[in-house]
Each structure stands twice: as structure tokens, then as C-alpha cells.
């Protein structure tokens, strides 16, 4: 090589590796994390490449020659791979993969495999390639070591960069820089190549070490990758590929040289080398795969895990959640039918919760919530199973575990009874005595002494969760209303009656007043298909005749309490099911009311009333108004004039026999558009009342807000032997007698009570003294006897 013009070379390089130097380096100002530091690492590469050509620069001014090269410089030509590598490395475990693996192990794999790739590579090229592919002549050792680690490191390098490429998909912003890395390379594997063969123009050599550090600067600024939007089974199907890419041309390489040696060709000391390194790549490669299956299969245990716990638990409060509670439901009723084993169930529902989200916010309420299921698991037994259900419900499936121990001069084993519950994972285990003889059923408990067993715990859980709740220094209260019902031996009950039954009797006590323990006791049904809810339903169903399904309207008194007159009766649903028998108006109302029915109800008793209006007026010789309960929660929506304007015109009634009352067993969620709805009523002539005030939610401002025409006060302030409610219902009548509104006394069950009443001033008055709900035949009018 002319001196002038490898100088020319070398100075040309120093340049353009001084300026993609620079290039990176600043580059790397604007990033962070593995982009900062991959162009930290290829800066500070092409500053040390840069500077053994300044040394080659420097040996030609000084009139030095090249050949043979000289140790240390071409040892600091290694020294740009070798941080390409690292940036490399350090860039792998930022691609993309379907399944999270060690990034240690992942850097460790991506390695073998390039390995096992190239020398693949190099034993075919050495097998096709006749005689030793290195130049001839007397080169040290050392030196030639040196000059063939060039092209070998290079194509390692490229390798890892197509193996990046192909089984780690990426974004186009994500995989330019990549491809750029890769052209810079293979510019460089290039020009190495032609060194070690000594072969071909000397300006291709010299291209490719310009074209290196450019196309590294190009890369360096290319702009910030996007997050990876592909979707994961993509991925998975590349992770396929990339577990497969290695051992392709470890196979294709290996077959050749097995046949190479069938043919009697012997195999170099070079070859042999290489088969070993690429069997012991092999190897070390199926260690890691084995380790990452391992900890993949770990992972994948726990994952189940969590997910069964997750699908069979409240992720609030950590308990069970509704699908663990009825599969635990079911199994405990099969021991019931099966071995008379008692089985109960408690249904909880909060009082008021709304209250507390609306006044605290929903991260208290959640607070509150998981306090409650704190409290009630602390109140239940070992084997009971206490579950969120949904919202501010609760429910507990109580169990006998335990039987009364049998008489000693028998001998008796103990037999373990499992629940295995084979979705959620969960096994419940207690121990029953079973009797020594085979076929003989287990010893029962009486019901009633399981029955006052299953209401002690609800009681317990019922004061318990009557406490208030100290959180974040605030005291906070929250009534709780309870359900129970057991299942009575022979009943042939499901899972979904049982837990029916018990959210019936909770919300009687609803309807009650709140905050206390009711079991169901009503009818044994009759068969599997006596199910409440559904008979409620095709009762009431649209299109039917509710008459027909055991509906009735029952009519109770109203009357003037200074001569104890009927002025008015009020239209009561009573309903008497062919098959489950008489239900309580509590029972069937609350039901109607949570599954939207109760328009169906109401307008079958304003039907029924106002085609009874005649009726009445003949009974008692004069005109007598008809009062229909209405469901607040109607005042919300469309219907509610509709249905009164034709039941009115159905049965030419005057509208100003008829009195809507308002019953406030639900919160009225507009009070403005209840106002509207309530003064359209007004607006036809009909008479508007509000019922049982003084116990529903915010009376007075209902009173303020809706222009009603008849109060009904509440038993609890007709209570005048009770100073306090005296008072209370002295205020009532001084400010229904200012906005001219009359009112009427409910619940006077005594003699005393109708007296006290009426020397308050209060006009009207309803109660068993002067009659129960009755047919309307069985009316009667007139004072009731002296003897009440």
C-alpha cells in the first residue's frame, strides 16, 4: 500500500469515528435507561477505535510501516465490539417477549445462541471451503488469533442482532437502530474479512471502516421507540421460532460433517474444536430452557392460584364471593338431604350504606365494608362460611359440623366429611360421628336446638356489627339488618329458595324498622318448583290476572275519632298462594319491590278499589274514599297518572274519592319530579297522602317538598302515653294544621291511644281497635264494643 494513501485512509477514518464519537455521545444527553447507555457504550467504542487509527496516523508520519501489524492497536480494535456487545446485551431484555423470564438468563441464551449460530457457520464455511481458509505464510500465532477474531466476533454480533430482529418483534422506530447496529457490523465484518484474507482492493477495506461508525451515528439518532402495541400471540409465535433458530444450522452443520467423516474425510483439529464448543453450547443451552420452564411452571402455579382465589373471593374484603358461597350452599344441603345434617343460612344486608358514600366518599364505604367482614367472620364458627355477596350484602352458610356424642357402651368411629369444592380449590374438613353399622343414618340434632344455635350467632353477629367503626379518627355507625333461615329435615330445598327465603326475611325487617334478626317461618313448600320469587313473578306477570294467582284486596278502616265514624278505608294487597300458601304483605312486597313488580301490585289494588267504590257507598249508606298505597319509587317514573286516569274512567269514579298514599319503604330519588308527579295527581282532583310519616327518610322534607293533601303518622308518634312522642306529635299537628293538612293516626290499638289523639286535635284515626284488614264483605260500620 502506497504510504500517502493508507495515510489518507487513516485520517479519513480517525475523522469520521471522532464525529460519530461525538454523535452518540451527545445523543445519549436526551435519553435514559437502556437507550442512554447503549449510546454511552458505542460512544466510548468508537473513541478507542478512533484512537489506534490517530496511532497509525501518528506511525505514518513518522514514517513508519504497518506490516506487520502491530499487537496493541489491533487488540483496541476489539474493544468497539466488545462494547457493541454490551449494548447489545443491555437492549435485550427491553424487547418484547409473550412470557417474563430472568434478564440475567434471557442475556446468557441470546449469547449461546449467537455462538452456536456462528460456529455452525464457520465449520460449513471450513468444510466447503477448500484447504484452511487462512492466509498463508509465517504469522505468529498471537497475531493470527487476533486477526481471525475480528470476522468471528463480528459475525457473533450479527448474528445477535438478527436473532433480535426476528424473534423479538418491535415497532418500526423500535427495530431501525437495531438494523442500523447490524449494517454498521457487518461494514465492519466485511473490511475485517478482506484483513484476514488479505484479499481485494485495499478502498473496499477502507469502506467498509468509514461506513461503520456512520451508520452507528445514524443509529444513534434515530428518535424513542413507542410502546409495543402487537398483540401476545404474535409474540408467542416468535418465541417459537427463536427457541427453534439456533439449532437449524447446528443440524445442518452436523449432518455434513457426519457425512464428511462416512466418506473417510477426517476431521480437522478446528472442527473438532467446534463440534465440542457446540456441544457444549447445546447442552448449557437446554440447562437454561430447563430453568426457565421451571420457573415458568412456578409462575404459572401461583397464577392459578391467585386466579381461583380471585374467582372465588371478594377482592375487597377477602371473602367468599357468591359463586363459593352457593357451591359451599349446595354441598351442605346435599349433607342435609343425604345425613340430616342441619344446615342455616344468614342473609345481611347494611342499613342505609348510600349514607355513609355519600357523606364520606366511596374509599370509606369500601373501609367500612371490610370492617364488616372482619367483625362478622370474628362472630361465626371455624366451619362457617362467611361471604360478600354483592354491594353491601352479606350472607353466611352455617353448618353443624359436630354431632351429640353416642352412648359409650356403643362403639363408634369417627369419619372425616369433606366439602371438596373442585372449581375454587378450597377444602373444608370437619369431623362427623358416624355410627359403627353400615347403612344407619347420623345421629340428628333437633332442629329447634339447632335452630336457637343459628340465631344465637346472628344475634352475636348482629351486635357485633351494631358497634361503630373507628377509621381515621372518625367514628362511623351503620345499622345492619339480618335474615336467617334453616332448613327443616325432609324439606327438599335448592340453594337458590334457601338463600331466598333469608333475603326475605331480611327485608321484612326492613319494612319492620331496621336492625334486627327475623328467621323465616313461613310454609314448607311443597316441591322444588315452590319457589317465591318465581311464583311472585308469573303471578304478576304481564298480561295475567293477579286475581287469579291468589291476589286480593283487603280493606281496613279509617275513621273520625270523635264518634269513631268510617270516613275512609284503606285498600290493602293480601295474597294466598296456591302452593306456597298465605305469604305476609312484608314478604311478597319486599320481593316485588326488588324485582320492579310492585307497579303490577299497585295497580291491581287501585283497579280492584275503585271498582269496589260503589260497593262501599251502598255498604255504608254514604260516600266512603278509597286510600291505595303507592310506591315511592313510582313517583320517579312514567306510568303512575296514566294508570290512576284509567282506573278512574274504567270504573267513572270521582277522582275526589280516591287518595294516593305515598309509602315510603323506598328512598324518592327526585324529590322535584316527585313534586311534579304528585301535582299532576292534584291536578285530576284526586287526593294525595304521605303514609307512615315520621319513620321513612326525611319526612319533613318530603312534607316540604311535595304538596300533599293527607299526613298518616307513623305508630312511633302515636304513642302519646310516651311524653316524648307527645311532644313530637304535638309539632306534627301544629304544622299540619297551619299548611291545612289533615291527618290520620296510625296503629291506635287501645281505648287510651284513640283518646289521647283526638285530645291533641287530631282528627282521624286507623288501627285495629277499629278493625284488621278485612274482605270487603266482612265490613262493618259503626264505634267498636265497649269491651275494646
Request: proline residues 7%; neutral net charge.
Amino acid at each position: 500500500m502506497i504510504p500517502g494513501v493508507g495515510y489518507l485512509a487513516d485520517l479519513a477514518q480517525l475523522v469520521v469515528g471522532l464525529a460519530a464519537a461525538a454523535v452518540c455521545l451527545v445523543a445519549a444527553r436526551g435519553r435514559t435507561g437502556v437507550p442512554r447507555h447503549w449510546r454511552h457504550l458505542a460512544g466510548a467504542g468508537l473513541l478507542i477505535w478512533a484512537s489506534t487509527r490517530l496511532w497509525w496516523v501518528v506511525q505514518h508520519l513518522g514514517g513508519a510501516d504497518r506490516d506487520p501489524p502491530e499487537l496493541v492497536s489491533d487488540i483496541g480494535f476489539l474493544v468497539l465490539p466488545a462494547c457493541m456487545l454490551a449494548g447489545l446485551l443491555a437492549a435485550a431484555h427491553t424487547r418484547p417477549r409473550p412470557v417474563p423470564t430472568s434478564p440475567r438468563r434471557d442475556q446468557i441464551a441470546l449469547v449461546i445462541d449467537s455462538v452456536l449460530i456462528t460456529g455452525s457457520v464457520l465449520a460449513l464455511l471450513w468444510s466447503l471451503l477448500p484447504g484452511s481458509p487462512l492466509p498463508g505464510g509465517p504469522v505468529d500465532r498471537l497475531a493470527e488469533a487476533v486477526l481471525l477474531a475480528y470476522p468471528v466476533v463480528d459475525l457473533v454480533l450479527v448474528t445477535m442482532v438478527v436473532l433480535l430482529l426476528t424473534t423479538r418483534p418491535d415497532s418500526p422506530a423500535g427495530r431501525r437502530p437495531l438494523a442500523l447496529i447490524g449494517a454498521a457490523i457487518l461494514a465492519f465484518g466485511s473490511a475485517d474479512t478482506l484483513r484476514l484474507l488479505d484479499a481485494g482492493p485495499a478502498w473496499v477495506e477502507t469502506t467498509g471502516h468509514l461506513l461503520g461508525p456512520a451508520l452507528i451515528a445514524l443509529a444513534a439518532l434515530s428518535p424513542a421507540r413507542p410502546p409495543l402495541t402487537r398483540p401476545a400471540t404474535a409474540l408467542l409465535q416468535h418465541d417459537w421460532f427463536h427457541l427453534l433458530l439456533p439449532y437449524g444450522p447446528v443440524v445442518v452443520a452436523g449432518v455434513l460433517l457426519v457425512a464428511q467423516t462416512i466418506a473417510g474425510e477426517p476431521l480437522t483439529a478446528f472442527q473438532a474444536y467446534l463440534g465440542w464448543l457446540g456441544l457444549a453450547l447445546v447442552v448449557t443451552r437446554q440447562m437454561l430452557t430447563i430453568m426457565d420452564n421451571t420457573v415458568l411452571l412456578d409462575r404459572i402455579a401461583d397464577t392459578q392460584q391467585r386466579l381461583h382465589h380471585l374467582a372465588y373471593h371478594d377482592p375487597l374484603t377477602g371473602l367468599a364471593n357468591r359463586a363459593l358461597f352457593r357451591e359451599r350452599l349446595v354441598l351442605a344441603l346435599q349433607e342435609h338431604q343425604t345425613h340430616g345434617t342441619p344446615v342455616a343460612v344468614l342473609f345481611a344486608d347494611l342499613d342505609d350504606f348510600k349514607l355513609i358514600n355519600d357523606t364520606f366518599g366511596h374509599a370509606m364505604g369500601d373501609r367500612v365494608l371490610t370492617a364488616v367482614g372482619e367483625r362478622m367472620r370474628s362472630c361465626v364458627r371455624a366451619q362457617d362460611l362467611v361471604a360478600r355477596l354483592g354491594g353491601d350484602e352479606f350472607a353466611v352458610v352455617l353448618d353443624h359440623g359436630e354431632q351429640p356424642p353416642a352412648p359409650r357402651h356403643r362403639r363408634r368411629r369417627f369419619r372425616p366429611r369433606r366439602y371438596v369444592l373442585s372449581a375454587a380449590g378450597v377444602r373444608v374438613t370437619d369431623f362427623v360421628e358416624r355410627r359403627a353399622a353400615p347403612g344407619t343414618a347420623t345421629a340428628e340434632l333437633p332442629f329447634g336446638t339447632w335452630v336457637a344455635e343459628a340465631e344465637a350467632i346472628g344475634q352475636r353477629m348482629l351486635t357485633a356489627l351494631r358497634e361503630p367503626y373507628q377509621i381515621d379518627g372518625r367514628s362511623v355507625g351503620v345499622g345492619v339488618s339480618v335474615g336467617l333461615v334453616a332448613a327443616e329435615p325432609g324439606d327438599p330445598l335448592s340453594a337458590d329458595i334457601l338463600l331466598r327465603r333469608a333475603d326475605a326475611a331480611m327485608y321484612a325487617v326492613k319494612r319492620r324498622g331496621k336492625g334486627a334478626l327475623i328467621r323465616w317461618n313461613g310454609t314448607r313448600d311443597a316441591g322444588p318448583l315452590a319457589d317465591l320469587p318465581q311464583l311472585l313473578a308469573g303471578a304478576l306477570a304481564e298480561g295475567g290476572n293477579p286475581g287469579a294467582a291468589g291476589f286480593e284486596v283487603h280493606y281496613q278502616p279509617i275513621v273520625r275519632l270523635t264518634d269513631n265514624t268510617t270516613v275512609a278505608v284503606e285498600a290493602l294487597a293480601r295474597w294466598t298462594d296456591p302452593v306456597a300458601g298465605p305469604v305476609h304483605p312484608d314478604v311478597f312486597v319486599t320481593m316485588a319491590e326488588r324485582t320492579g313488580l310492585v307497579a303490577a301490585i299497585d295497580d291491581f289494588v287501585l283497579d280492584r278499589a275503585c271498582a269496589d267504590v260503589a260497593r262501599l257507598e251502598e255498604r255504608f249508606g254514604r260516600p266512603i274514599a278509597v286510600h291505595v298505597n303507592v310506591s315511592a319509587g313510582r313517583l320517579g317514573q312514567q306510568g303512575l297518572r296514566d294508570a290512576v286516569t284509567a282506573a278512574l274512567r274504567r270504573h267513572d269514579v270521582p277522582a275526589s274519592r280516591l287518595v294516593v298514599e305515598i309509602t315510603e319503604t323506598l328512598r324518592i330519588p327526585d324529590l322535584p319530579r316527585a313534586a311534579a308527579v304528585v301535582a299532576s295527581l292534584r291536578d285530576l282532583g284526586v287526593r294525595v297522602a304521605l303514609d307512615d310519616f315520621g319513620s321513612g327518610f326525611n319526612a319533613l322534607a318530603q312534607l316540604h317538598a311535595m304538596p300533599v293533601d293527607i299526613v298518616k303518622l307513623d305508630s312511633t308518634l302515636t304513642d302519646v302515653e310516651s311524653s316524648r312522642a307527645g311532644a313530637l306529635c304535638r309539632s306534627v299537628l301544629r304544622i299540619c294544621a297551619e299548611l291545612q293538612i289533615t291527618v290520620v293516626a296510625e296503629g291506635l290499638e287501645t281505648p287510651a291511644r284513640s283518646s289521647g289523639m283526638a285530645a291533641l286535635g287530631c282528627p282521624l284515626g286507623q288501627g285495629y281497635l277499629f278493625g284488621p284488614p278485612v274482605p270487603l264483605a266482612a265490613l262493618s260500620d259503626g264505634p267498636p264494643p265497649a269491651s275494646s
